[in-house]
DNA sequence: GCCAAAGTTGGTAGCGCTGCCAAAAAAAAT
DNA sequence: ATTTTTTTTGGCAGCGCTACCAACTTTGGC
């Protein structure tokens, strides 16, 4: 059964014209607010477009006239609060500039990427924004071809086609690292979630790694949940490790959602942070400022780098990266 | 300093045509898989396809033929976890069946709201989406003018203009006082953010107090925030209201940002949940269940909500309002 | 009062695609 | 081999708007 709700009967341009008594150009010009036209003719149009409850179709106005005003995003997921916060920020700018923002959702799937980045060039969009660099070459071909501006945003180690706003994962793991070891840790573990799909967690795991081999205290050992990080997997993830190494002094955690999981569970079991075990995130969210210990972690600027996306694009900037940086919180769990 | 970046030279139907050697409709009948084509057609087409790189501008498909496949979302926020819940449900059957998503946020103002949805309009969506029934005239007189479909979720507590999905607010409001009443607390509080703006959460409030009224211990006290709700106001705000009334014994909260905030302040002064004050919530975040003591609250089907509007839009369901109901998680804080 | 300059206005050709139709080709039936 | 049926194909008129241009009206200077 299905019922009809035809699109159709919508109000034209060329009936407001009519309307109004005045030629279609007239009203094109009085509605963009473009051009010249008397005061007279704009309060015919006015009132004309009020009276028959005209809505522009911008469908056609981009067809015929040149940008869609359309930017397109591919995000890997929206449970993730940092894809949220980085749309957040551009859309702001965006409305602001009267753009609109499309958008789908990879599920950190490569091949999907792809797929969406294709689906979204149909619409000749202004820009096309992802997260990080890590793309299909297929995906990366397309987006070369397509002429618009390209946004990777969140990262800052790699080759951007275009744009690129973020900060340095790589940077972020090996603060962290060295802030672990400066206050004295050396038995140190990573709880994580997915690394393969999660490029930029990786990253910063990787530099992790790296510096605590460099210093001489390697990591001990990780435990790597699969799927999307929680708060949950992370508080899972921690007893695990637990269970195999009763002796850590530190853990690291993929980023803040796992790291208050943690937390958690040591609230629960009654382990003293940071003195029996140290605490580490990712992400600074809020929650971490407010938890009894404030969490230890990274603080990224996240809706500031969709802002400034958005900005870079909307003012059709020239290629560039432009490192936001990130600010190391010090907290009370590590 | 401006960087010539046109969006020009893109592959047009016609160009591909030529290169395949056959005629534009037939490129179009086999991009859409539609009417009928011979092998070697495809095959042609498909080669040239390939080789220019060809992107069709549904821009210009949309304007020639019926539907745009896009469906527009307004909400109200993307910081409240809610709407990027619903998002994320939608967004899965709209990818599933070949439609786009697009969005705007409102920051709660039906001012904006309105203005918004006009814009989205210019996109002659296939459905609008938006949260609760609370709009201005001008809003509805567009959403209804507009023959689109329209789809407002979270709530099922007032009059939908066509497809509504949801659950009741007031319901959820009755449930949790009652429940509170059930286990004996009589000296309740409230700790919430801005209800003007979130009517659904004022919904839930006042649902909450009549209940308590009629049963004859009403609301002791209530502290509202301004501003969104946080993690960080609902601790500030149970704070102040304990400052007010040291002898309360349980405390409702707008939701579980705010309720989780509540039981850190709990945690980090030592008093105790709930001997001493209990804690309950609204929405059942997924952190709520790995505090270490499981968040009384009310688990609501927020990515469902999503999920099911957008069928219902891809499907040209017929108008109609579905509740999809909440559940009282009962939890160790209350 | 006349002419140039400035301010307004409407007509019309597309933008790139789809829908319709008639023509052509291929397959099946006679 | 011829006719009928089916399949395949290309041409072309829009979809609703904007860009461009030419025509018109008003204004101001002398």
Redesign the interface.
């Known amino acids: 059964?299905?019922?009809d709700?035809?699109?159709?009967?919508?109000v034209t341009l060329a009936e407001v014209a009519e309307a109004a008594g005045v030629g279609e150009s007239t009203v094109s010009r009085v509605l963009r607010n473009e051009g010249s036209f008397s005061r007279k003719a704009r309060e015919r149009v006015m009132e004309a477009v009020e009276r028959l409850?005209y809505?522009?179709?911008?469908?056609?106005?981009?067809?015929a006239s040149?940008?869609?005003r359309?930017v397109a995003f591919v995000v890997p997921s929206?449970?993730n609060?940092v894809?949220?916060?980085v749309?957040?920020g551009a859309?702001?700018v965006l409305?602001a500039n009267r753009h609109?923002?499309?958008?789908?959702?990879t599920d950190y799937d490569p091949q999907r990427e792809e797929a969406?980045v294709?689906?979204?060039?149909?619409?000749?969009p202004?820009a096309v924004m992802l997260a990080g660099f890590e793309h299909t070459e297929g995906t990366l071909?397309?987006l070369r071809?397509?002429?618009?501006?390209v946004a990777e945003v969140l990262d800052v180690d790699g080759t951007a086609v275009d744009l690129a706003v973020g900060f340095s994962n790589r940077a972020a793991g090996r603060a962290s690292a060295e802030f672990l070891l400066k206050r004295g840790y050396r038995r140190i573990g990573y709880v994580g979630h997915d690394l393969e799909r999660d490029t930029r967690a990786g990253k910063r795991f990787a530099a992790f790694c790296e510096t605590l081999a460099s210093s001489g205290s390697p990591l001990i050992d990780r435990e790597v949940c699969s799927g999307a990080s929680?708060?949950?997997s992370g508080?899972l993830g921690l007893e695990r490790l637990l269970a195999r190494h009763a002796d850590l002094d530190a853990v690291y955690f993929s980023n803040d959602d796992m790291a208050?999981?943690g937390y958690?569970h040591c609230?629960?079991r009654g382990i003293a942070v940071p003195s029996q075990l140290a605490i580490f995130g990712y992400n600074g969210l809020?929650?971490g400022?407010?938890?009894?210990q404030p969490l230890s972690t990274i603080r990224t600027p996240r809706v500031r780098t969709g802002q400034l996306a958005a900005e870079l694009v909307v003012t059709?900037?020239?290629?560039q990266v432009v490192d936001l940086g990130f600010e190391l919180v010090e907290g009370a769990t590590a």
Chains 1, 2 share one sequence.
């Open positions: 059964m299905e019922f709700f035809k699109q159709q009967g919508a409850g809505v522009p179709n911008r469908i056609a106005g981009t067809l040149a940008g869609s359309l929206l449970s609060i894809f949220p916060d749309l957040r859309s702001g409305e609109q923002a499309v958008f789908s959702v969406l294709a689906a979204m060039l149909a619409w000749r202004t071909k397309m071809a397509s002429g618009c501006r929680s708060v949950e508080r208050i999981g958690f609230l629960a809020d929650i400022r407010v938890t009894p059709n900037a020239p290629p």
